[in-house]
């Protein structure tokens, strides 16, 4: 048995880093075993030098999203989740607060980029505007020209970059490690969205102590996973009003003497974010009776 991390992930079968730093082709024990870059693991070689993953130790964190059919696990022990955005082609805003829910969910620091700042793009400066003001943390970036502002957060970190396609992930992955030479993504005017280029999930080494992981881009993202008073909680500005709803099982929709609707009608709760919570809700219901 050798211990190794798992730095890439191909459906079914693993490329795993081991201590001496050669990386080794695997597969895993049984096929409902689910592994994800980040994960560490022990593995058995095997005589044609491949090996199996026959242990995968304690996770301090698992990110993955899921529908009513299926799960997939995006990464383990990640410390923070890079939601990265553009200017252009224009952001999926429900993509943007499923993966913040996601992150909250889970205990994952969210960090949200908006790339491309060198195209003017008013809407998506004052989308980012909202969500600085829940308190998470904002960077603007222009990453063909310059990453150095997301050098700092990286610092000590496991890091994730999730996002739509065409964001601009790989050309971040591409600055911060040119030697990976990722291919960026052409975007498709007429169809306003990224050509996929990832297919698969990599982590990267930035230096000892810093890792950074690239996903393929995302259209969905499923919360099905997430339980009501979880995701309730996951809306950061509901938290000082959990627990003030004149009914225990309040569901926040059309019930009197409910906190959560009360801020909303005065303004200091998007109805947008409780949009979102009640779609959520109704996917959450969908899960639990069906």
């Known amino acids: 048995m050798q211990e190794g991390l798992v730095v890439a992930a191909f459906g ?74 553009a200017t252009q082609p224009s952001f999926y805003e429900d993509l943007l607060n499923r993966c913040l829910i996601a992150a909250e969910a889970c205990g ?37 020209e310059s990453v150095a502002p997301l050098l700092p957060l990286l610092d000590h970190q496991t890091s994730i970059l999730v996002g739509q396609s065409g964001m601009g992930k790989s050309t971040i992955i591409n600055a911060l490690l040119p030697e990976v030479h990722s291919r960026t993504q052409e975007i498709s005017a007429t169809l306003d969205s990224g050509k996929h280029t990832t297919t698969a999930t990599h982590l990267y080494h930035l230096d000892v102590h810093s890792a950074i992981i690239d996903s393929p881009g995302l259209q969905e993202f499923g919360l099905y996973h997430v339980d009501t008073a979880t995701l309730e909680y996951a809306f950061i500005e509901f938290r000082p009003f959990i627990g003030k709803c004149k009914f225990n099982n309040c569901t926040h929709q059309h019930e009197p003497g409910c906190a959560i609707l009360e801020q909303v009608t005065q303004g200091h709760i998007k109805r947008l974010r409780l949009q979102i919570f009640q779609q959520l809700r109704a996917e959450n219901a969908v899960r639990v009776y069906s």
């Open 12 to 85: 079914k079968r693993y490329n795993v880093e081991l201590t001496d730093g050669h990386v080794i082709s695997c597969v895993t024990r049984g096929k409902k075993v689910d592994n994800a870059a980040g994960d560490r693991v022990s593995i058995k070689l095997t005589d044609n030098h491949e090996g199996v993953i026959e242990k995968t130790a304690e996770r301090s964190s698992l990110l993955y999203r899921s529908n009513a059919f299926k799960s997939k696990i995006l990464a383990a022990n990640v410390t923070q989740i890079l939601i990265v955005l």
């Open 108 to 144: 994952i620091r969210p960090v949200i980029i908006l790339n491309k700042c060198d195209m003017a793009n008013a809407e998506a400066e004052e989308k980012l505007a909202f969500y600085a003001t829940l308190g998470y943390h904002t960077v603007r970036l222009s990453a063909a």
